[in-house]
């Protein structure tokens, strides 16, 4: 039987090994669109190089953060650092789907991917992480690519 059970922070899964619990965070709007202008204001001040951002720029986007949302409880580590991987993958994904012939955000205004259902049967068999975007918002894309 599949069942789980939490004892002291720590999962029982199915084959009665030991997992850590896993952190996750749900971020409020705001929360997402903070870290975003901070680091539209590091590549303006030039914080940005060829290959990345400077060391240290985490600590940074979280200093940002705090004076912008004194009350937040994100972190450079792992909050930040993980959003930051995950916007990344999402950034790949949608320039991949968006470079096909066909595909494009929706004439709503609401950042959705519009295509046909062949052609995102092709998607995502290209890419297996564009499998859960096609009804998404993806309101931050092109802030993304200034980054």
Known sequence: MWATSVFGGVIR???GGLKPERS???WSPREEEVPI???KDFVTNRWKADNGFRAGFL???EEFVRREIPTTTVRAQP?????INTWKKCYNSLNMMLDRSGVGFN??????IECNDEQWAQIV???SNARYMRY???PFYNDWKYI
Do not use: F
């Open 24 to 26: 996750r965070r749900s």
């Open 13 to 15: 899964g199915r084959s």
């Open 107 to 112: 004439s709503d205004g609401d950042w959705k």
């Open 37 to 39: 202008l901070a680091l």
């Open 59 to 61: 600590t940074r986007v």
């Open 79 to 83: 909050h930040i650092s993980s959003k």
């Open 125 to 127: 068999k290209a890419d």
């Open 136 to 138: 998404k918002s993806w």
